[in-house]
């Protein structure tokens, strides 16, 4: 049990040889979430009236976007193109 509280918000140095299936459904939440939070933000930012919590809307969604295409790009092997399906 300490040998996991010493472990938590430590980066790892690599990632693993392999991916459990409870890793890849958590991954492909993560991807989810960030689309969503993405589709979310650029509609209220579009029915926002005010300019300045627009653009902010507008920011969250490309760094939400950004997000989405970080995890992507750890997903695939060098000279793989594409998106998960």
């Known amino acids: 049990m300490e040998q996991q509280s010493m ?3 430590q980066t790892m140095p690599q990632p693993p040889n392999v ?3 409870k890793d890849h459904l ?3 939440d993560m991807l989810s979430w960030n689309l969503l939070a993405m589709k979310k ?3 209220f930012a579009e029915q ?3 300019q300045q919590i627009s653009q902010a809307l507008d920011q969250a969604g490309k760094m939400h ?3 989405y295409q970080k ?3 750890h997903l695939q092997t060098p000279g793989q193109q594409g998106t998960l399906q």
């Open 7 to 9: 472990n938590q918000g």
């Open 41 to 43: 933000a650029h509609a």
């Open 48 to 50: 926002c009236a005010d």
């Open 19 to 21: 991916v459990t299936n």
């Open 65 to 67: 976007y950004e997000h």
């Open 71 to 73: 995890l992507l790009s």
């Open 26 to 28: 958590y991954i492909s």
